[in-house]
Structures are given as C-alpha cells and as structure tokens.
C-alpha cells in the first residue's frame, strides 16, 4: 500500500506564505497529481493540477496567480506554493495521486489521497 505524507501546513497571517508537500511512502509510477481543500461546510475542490510531465498545470479561479503547483518525479513529490494568503483559503488540503492517468482534473481519477495537512489565515 503506497500512503503521501503531507507537510508544511500551519497557522498564518493574511498576505503571507505557505509550502506544502507530499511524498508518496515508496517509489512508484505516479501520473497526475494535484492539490485539493476543504474548508468547513463546504464541498472539497480542486485547487491545482500537474500532469506527469509538469507542463499544462491547472488552477483554481480563486488562486490563480497566488499558488504555484511542481513535482518532483525522481522525489515522487509534489508541491504546492502558496503566497498572498488570504482568510477564505483556510481549510484543510489534500494531496492526491493517480496511478491511471498522466492529467487530470477529475478527483475519481486519483488512486491515493493524503490524511490532510491544515492551513489556517488569520486576518
């Protein structure tokens, strides 16, 4: 069984920055990979995508412009940089990879998620 551990949440201030990763526990082929987050009472959204090659990477409306998404193949890590933090991108986030496709934006395509890190902006 393959888990990603995630890293790097915390509690910031507004316009600050944060770095998450996730590494996959041993090594294996990993396609897509992606970012989501949940935040209380609201449904889990994509927040960025990259596919296997690292070009035609996607992103969120909300963040577009803030959040940059990488990987690291040979690491079987992926990151995701997030600057001008604001209150309403508090939530937890979750890492997701897919062993089935090499892109996408559809959550049913990833085979694993990560337990979650929280990321908490103060205003």
């Known amino acids: 069984q393959v888990q990603l551990v995630e890293s790097g949440g915390g509690l910031v201030q507004a316009g600050g920055s944060l770095r998450l990763s996730c590494a996959a526990s041993?090594?294996?082929?990993?396609?897509?990979m992606g970012w989501y987050r949940q935040a209380p009472g609201k449904q889990r959204e994509l927040v960025a995508s990259?596919?296997?090659?690292?070009?035609?990477?996607s992103y969120a409306g909300s963040v577009q412009g803030r959040f940059t998404i990488s990987r690291d193949n040979a690491k079987n890590t992926v990151y995701l940089q997030m600057n001008s933090l604001k209150p309403e991108d508090t939530a937890a986030y979750y890492c997701?990879?897919?062993?089935?496709?090499?892109?996408?934006?559809?959550?049913?395509?990833?085979?694993?998620w990560g337990q979650g890190t929280q990321v908490t902006v103060s205003s």
């Open positions: 990259i596919p296997r090659l690292g070009t035609g990477t």
């Open positions: 997701a990879a897919s062993i089935l496709v090499t892109d996408t934006r559809n959550p049913r395509d990833y085979t694993y």
């Open positions: 041993r090594s294996i082929f990993i396609g897509a």
